[in-house]
């Protein structure tokens, strides 16, 4: 079955730091590919997503790269800022489903002033 | 942008009782909605999908007898836990989408049982 596999946390950066957040994924055929985001006592809200092979998703000035041949859809920004705390879930939509989606475990993103 | 809110966002029932969960849309009609329980430093696991109007679809494992779902119309679902137990405490989250637009998420409901 499908499956995603990112990170453990947390992950605790200074202010303006560089941030990677590996997220790595399972499944047959062509997936859709997401990063969402919890911020504390809040929802999840969709970050980026891509739909296929050599996507780039980006907002915010986090971005992700849809790579096939490694499986992999790693989350980055160039310089964090203490507000992007929160915690971060990879996602895929596998194209056979009813719009279901399959999340990784989330890893916790903590930046300090 | 897309609104969803779930009520209560925390609860502690005891152990036997009934605990009834809200999912509304605020500003979409939400043709699907989805149920998610999410342990501590887990994955959101899939329960449920329901399609206004229509009986839900359960994920393989979870109890239909154990977790009603209801989704009577295009803005509330709601998911009720019987007979809860100690086991049953867990982070519940509905999702919701118009046709086939993003899902949006709702804030979660903390759900104790003593």
């Known amino acids: 079955g499908d499956s995603v596999t990112q990170m453990e946390g947390p992950v605790t950066l200074s202010e303006e730091a560089f941030l990677t957040i590996n997220c790595t994924y399972t499944a047959t055929g062509y997936p859709s590919l997401f990063w969402y985001v919890q911020y504390p006592g809040e929802g999840l809200q969709l970050l980026l997503k891509?739909?296929?092979?050599?996507d780039k998703g980006s907002n915010k000035g986090f971005e992700a790269t849809y790579r096939k041949e490694t499986t992999s859809f790693h989350l980055e920004k160039g310089s964090v800022q203490v507000s992007d705390s929160a915690v971060y879930f990879c996602a895929l939509r596998d194209v056979t489903g009813y719009s279901t989606l399959t999340f990784g475990k989330g890893t916790m993103l903590l930046v300090s002033p | 942008g897309a609104v969803v809110s779930q009520h209560p966002s925390r609860v502690i029932c005891k152990s036997g009782t009934s605990v009834k969960i809200e999912c509304r849309s605020l500003d979409f009609q939400a043709t699907t909605m989805f149920w998610y329980r999410q342990f501590p430093k887990q994955s959101l696991m899939l329960m449920a999908t329901?399609?206004?109007?229509?009986?839900?679809?359960?994920e393989q494992g979870v109890e239909k007898d154990k977790f009603l779902i209801n989704h009577a119309s295009l803005t509330l679902s709601t998911l009720t836990v019987t007979s809860a137990h100690p086991e049953d405490s867990s982070f519940y989250i509905c999702s919701a989408k118009e046709g086939g637009r993003e899902q949006y998420f709702g804030p979660g409901t903390r759900l104790t049982v003593t």
């Open positions: 891509a739909t296929k092979a050599d």
């Open positions: 329901s399609n206004e109007g229509s009986k839900a679809t359960y």
